[in-house]
């Protein structure tokens, strides 16, 4: 090899990327047409130079599209968060209305609602002292059927409602149940304290 064949070759791989002066590409391209050797190496080098080059940008521009995608996927999923919250909500508004809000904290009662719809119960008390349950209203005779059966299961006759109390009474005594509309399905029922006398 002689030393012009060796100053081309440094050369070329800087040729190869267009890095090179137009002085040094005149040079190397008059080289290249008369050099069989470095016409081969510089083959060899623009075969491999661009694979290279390609194994470089790949990577960063995978990791590029996976940041995308990543952020893609974060986006998607704080909306899907903020749609169910929102849709949970707009359903409990729309089912309950502002009345959710009359018991203080909705909470209890709409998770005794809750499990109300998904099992056979007739009642759930949600809270105590008083005993305070909340019930669905029924079609027939009377709408708080449930209270007047749970009543008589305590010993207790139904003798009249007065506007939202419900009266009953055994041989010695009488006490007025409560109930509440809470929604235009159930309703909130408190049983006083009962002092049973032997
Ligand atoms: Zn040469």
Known sequence: MNIKCEVIQDLLPSYI?????DESNKLVNSHLSECQSCCQVYNE????IPITIQNTEKPSNNSEKKLVKRIKNKIFTVITT???TFSLLGFFIGAFGNVIFQEGNPIPVI???IELEFTDAEYVVFSTGPDRYVSEFKSGDNRYSVVLKYMREQG????EQMGSGLIFEN???EIVVETRQYTRKYFIWSV???ETKE
Do not use: H, N, R, Y
């Open 17 to 21: 990327e267009g890095l090179t002066s």
């Open 45 to 48: 080098m623009k075969q491999e």
């Open 82 to 84: 903020l749609v169910i």
């Open 111 to 113: 998770s005794s609602i």
């Open 156 to 159: 207790w006759d139904f003798k």
């Open 171 to 173: 041989e010695a005594e």
């Open 192 to 194: 006083p304290e009962i």
